[in-house]
């Protein structure tokens, strides 16, 4: 069955230039959540999204951080003015009502 | 504040044996979910068990227990019969469901290696 994807899987920018990467949640599910892993590392939360309501932005590092989830469904991630600390695998997830199903990552490079 | 420790950053096993994933949390909620994801060199997050908070029996499934003991604020894994494929790094994780927290707060991880 389809699950969480996620696109590029791999991405190289130069610094200060912008990127966004997309996410593709199982179809039905209402919560979206994207996290950052920095290498050898946990997986740090960086916004929540639940069906319309106000996301839960609490995790987001610094203001050039930006997500949206457009009619439900598909979410982008935004990061401007990239920084080499930003280089990370970026995770996203969706979920029904507990278990967070997540996808293969996408794994970010800033040169 | 949430927390999820993980002391074990790197574990050995011998194929066939039983091995045991530490895990400690702290929390002041009363409802909670804990949770295992396993992580294999390819990057992807495998869900592996969940226990909630008003569980009275451990989690099991398949292969995977998960020795919960509530007044100890522990949620260990622990893992039977290690095969060669369980080759990977393991997080625990938290979710509250009170106060207002739809996150999961992840432990730093166990890179467990399975020997031959």
């Known amino acids: 069955g389809a699950g969480v994807s996620q696109s590029p899987s791999n991405k190289v920018t130069e610094k200060g230039k912008d990127v966004e990467l997309r996410c593709d949640p199982i179809?039905?599910?209402?919560?979206l959540y994207w996290y950052r892993q920095s290498l050898g590392q946990g997986l740090e939360f960086l916004i929540y999204?639940?069906?319309?309501?106000?996301?839960?932005k609490s995790g987001l590092p610094s203001d050039r951080f930006s997500a949206e989830r457009t009619g439900g469904s598909v979410s982008t991630l935004t990061i401007q003015r990239t920084q080499q600390e930003d280089s990370a695998v970026y995770l996203c997830?969706?979920?029904?009502?507990?278990?967070?199903?997540f996808g293969p990552g996408t794994r970010l490079t800033v040169l | 504040a949430q927390k999820i420790t993980q002391t074990q950053p790197g574990m050995f096993v011998q194929e066939k044996e039983a091995v045991t994933l530490d895990c400690t949390y702290d929390?002041?909620?009363?409802?909670?979910?804990l949770f295992w994801y396993k992580q294999p060199s390819s990057g992807e997050m495998i869900f592996l068990i969940y226990?909630?908070?008003?569980?009275?029996q451990n989690a099991t499934e398949g292969r995977y227990s998960l020795n919960f003991q509530k007044a100890r604020k522990s949620a260990n894994l622990v893992i039977s019969a290690s095969q060669l494929g369980d080759s990977a790094m393991y997080f625990c994780?938290?979710?509250?469901?009170?106060?207002?927290?739809?996150?999961?707060?992840f432990g730093a991880g166990t890179r467990l290696a399975v020997h031959p």
């Open positions: 997830a969706s979920s029904l009502d507990g278990e967070q199903f």
């Open positions: 179809s039905g599910h209402t919560a």
């Open positions: 999204f639940q069906g319309n309501s106000a996301p839960d």
């Open positions: 929390t002041s909620d009363q409802s909670y979910g």
């Open positions: 226990q909630g908070s008003y569980d009275e």
């Open positions: 994780a938290m979710r509250s469901f009170s106060g207002g927290y739809n996150k999961l707060i």
